[in-house]
């Protein structure tokens, strides 16, 4: 777009805006949001470029390449940006981003994803625009987000108010699939938390009855498997002195009981796989478990995994031992063990949290739009922004609404973008110009 379309377009934007409604915005304001309706067809352009590139987490070449997309708008935008490879944990890498200001404001995070659940072999590829919506794998989590970060960030620039402002980028590229050892996939984004004064996670939007939620809190989402052990014989002998109850038997009572003596708010916990028989065995992947046995023997070993979701460390810790204790108490002649995984941490509900939720709720009041309430965690997902709230306030969900994530016809609602985008640039702005 030449310079004098771009002018011709924020007069027209401007022209378009409601006057009560911006009356308590700034120029320079003002001009962002001119800026993001301005380049609302430049960024579905861009989002579409992103969408027809596969990055599926295990997809490393074309993770890498949509990183190299994002390089290119984000070194126009004036960051200094590098790749940070990621053979170590197994994944393609991430994008680190540096933009330094005066030095004086609040230091900015702001985190997404170059990834998607989608691998190459999935039949959903491409991106598909239908009206106010588009369709296609990844087009709301993550890459509407990092076009709402790119819309914002461009807004700021042309408004003048990018200059002054401190901000760090990560948008990982194993979100979706994280590497392993978690230590190193995702020290980058720790080591930035550190550094930061304030995180803002551009994943997606949630809406509760229509109604826009800001997110400042997150689950955390931890494996867990069982593994049962019984004496095998014939299976006319079972639950005598000499055989006992066998290794399935044990596992049921096990999972019985997690179901009745686990519940508590915040906590969910699932079984998302089970085998057992005369052999059981868990693939490496931990995406399969097999089993072989005949009805006529009594089963040796059975396994089951699933996770647990938690709202905070001291509840994680809480139902560890809960389900420790359970496990413990073994039917006749068996064993069992449970061994867990931490994947990602919580990020629990604090104050700053919520100050943070405050000022943007400014924002919304400014630009004439509702409240956005506190969203009940229960209704989203763990991410990224959990490994730096230990360190660091925060604020999730800035990316764009979509519905039907992770799943064929994944699809975006485009006008969100624009008033995302609206949000974060305002909300950035007004951040990056309070004392640290």
Same mark, same amino acid.
């Given at each position: 777009m030449?310079?004098?379309?771009l002018?011709?377009a924020?007069?027209?934007a401007? @022209?378009?805006?409601p006057?009560? #409604?911006?009356?308590? %915005?700034? !120029? =320079?304001?003002t001009?962002?949001?001119? *800026?993001?309706?301005?380049?609302q067809?430049?960024s579905i352009?861009?989002l579409?470029?992103?969408?027809?590139?596969?990055?599926?987490?295990?997809?490393?070449?074309?993770?890498?390449?949509?990183?190299q997309?994002m390089r290119?708008?984000?070194?126009a935008?004036?960051?200094?940006?590098?790749?940070v490879?990621?053979?170590?944990?197994?994944?393609?890498?991430?994008i680190?981003?540096t933009?330094?200001?005066?030095?004086?404001?609040?230091?900015?995070?702001?985190?997404?994803?170059?990834d998607?659940?989608?691998?190459?072999?999935?039949?959903?590829?491409?991106?598909?625009?239908?009206?106010?919506?588009?369709e296609?794998?990844g087009v709301g989590?993550?890459?509407?987000?990092?076009?709402v970060?790119?819309a @914002?960030?461009r807004?700021?620039? #042309?408004?003048?108010? %990018?200059? !002054? =402002?401190?901000?760090?980028?990560?948008l *990982?590229?194993?979100?979706?699939?994280?590497?392993?050892?978690?230590?190193i996939a995702?020290a980058?984004?720790?080591?930035?938390?550190?550094?930061?004064?304030?995180?803002?996670d551009?994943?997606?939007l949630?809406?509760d009855n229509?109604?826009?939620?800001g997110?400042?809190?997150r689950r955390?989402?931890?494996?867990?498997?069982?593994?049962?052990?019984g004496?095998?014989?014939?299976?006319?002998?079972?639950f005598?002195?000499?055989?006992g109850d066998?290794?399935?038997y044990?596992?049921?009572?096990?999972?019985?009981?997690?179901?009745?003596?686990?519940?508590?708010?915040n906590l969910?916990?699932n079984?998302?796989?089970?085998?057992?028989?005369?052999?059981a065995?868990?693939?490496a992947?931990?995406?399969?478990v097999s089993?072989?046995?005949?009805?006529?023997?009594i089963?040796?070993v =059975?396994?089951?995994?699933?996770?647990f979701r938690?709202?905070?460390?001291?509840?994680t810790?809480r139902v560890?031992q809960?389900?420790?204790?359970?496990?413990?108490q073994?039917?006749?002649?068996?064993?069992a063990?449970?061994?867990?995984?931490?994947?990602?941490?919580?990020?629990?509900?604090?104050?700053g949290?919520?100050?943070?939720?405050?000022?943007?709720?400014?924002?919304?009041?400014?630009?004439g739009?509702?409240?956005?309430?506190?969203?009940?965690?229960?209704?989203r997902?763990?991410?990224d922004?959990?490994?730096?709230?230990?360190?660091v306030?925060?604020?999730?969900?800035?990316?764009?609404?979509?519905?039907g994530?992770h799943?064929?016809?994944?699809?975006?609602?485009?006008?969100?973008?624009?008033?995302?985008?609206?949000?974060?640039?305002?909300?950035?702005?007004?951040?990056?110009?309070?004392?640290?």
């Amino acid at each position: 777009m030449s310079s004098l379309s771009l002018r011709c377009a924020l007069l027209l934007a401007v @022209a378009a805006l409601p006057s009560p #409604a911006f009356a308590r %915005l700034s !120029a =320079a304001e003002t001009r962002m949001a001119a *800026t993001v309706e301005a380049e609302q067809e430049r960024s579905i352009a861009l989002l579409e470029k992103l969408v027809n590139v596969n990055s599926g987490s295990m997809n490393l070449k074309g993770v890498e390449q949509v990183g190299q997309m994002m390089r290119t708008e984000l070194e126009a935008a004036g960051f200094t940006v590098k790749w940070v490879p990621m053979a170590a944990a197994g994944r393609a890498g991430h994008i680190i981003a540096t933009h330094k200001g005066d030095g004086k404001g609040k230091r900015l995070l702001l985190i997404g994803h170059l990834d998607t659940v989608f691998e190459p072999h999935s039949p959903f590829q491409t991106f598909v625009r239908k009206g106010d919506k588009a369709e296609g794998p990844g087009v709301g989590d993550d890459k509407g987000g990092m076009v709402v970060m790119l819309a @914002a960030l461009r807004a700021m620039q #042309a408004a003048g108010t %990018l200059k !002054a =402002a401190d901000i760090e980028i990560v948008l *990982t590229g194993d979100e979706e699939e994280s590497g392993s050892p978690i230590e190193i996939a995702r020290a980058d984004l720790v080591a930035a938390g550190k550094r930061a004064d304030v995180a803002l996670d551009f994943e997606g939007l949630v809406r509760d009855n229509g109604r826009d939620m800001g997110s400042i809190a997150r689950r955390s989402s931890n494996s867990w498997t069982v593994t049962a052990t019984g004496k095998t014989g014939h299976s006319s002998l079972i639950f005598n002195s000499e055989y006992g109850d066998g290794a399935v038997y044990e596992l049921t009572r096990i999972i019985a009981a997690f179901r009745k003596e686990l519940p508590e708010p915040n906590l969910t916990f699932n079984v998302g796989l089970i085998a057992g028989g005369a052999t059981a065995e868990a693939a490496a992947d931990g995406a399969r478990v097999s089993a072989s046995g005949k009805t006529n023997i009594i089963p040796a070993v =059975a396994i089951a995994m699933g996770d647990f979701r938690t709202l905070s460390d001291d509840q994680t810790a809480r139902v560890r031992q809960k389900m420790e204790a359970i496990v413990s108490q073994h039917a006749p002649l068996t064993d069992a063990k449970i061994t867990f995984d931490e994947g990602y941490p919580s990020m629990a509900p604090t104050a700053g949290n919520r100050a943070i939720l405050a000022s943007l709720n400014g924002v919304n009041r400014d630009l004439g739009l509702a409240e956005m309430p506190e969203l009940d965690p229960l209704k989203r997902g763990a991410g990224d922004i959990s490994f730096v709230a230990k360190d660091v306030d925060g604020l999730a969900g800035l990316g764009p609404y979509s519905t039907g994530d992770h799943a064929p016809g994944e699809t975006v609602d485009l006008p969100s973008m624009v008033t995302q985008a609206k949000r974060a640039a305002i909300l950035m702005t007004r951040l990056s110009r309070e004392k640290r």
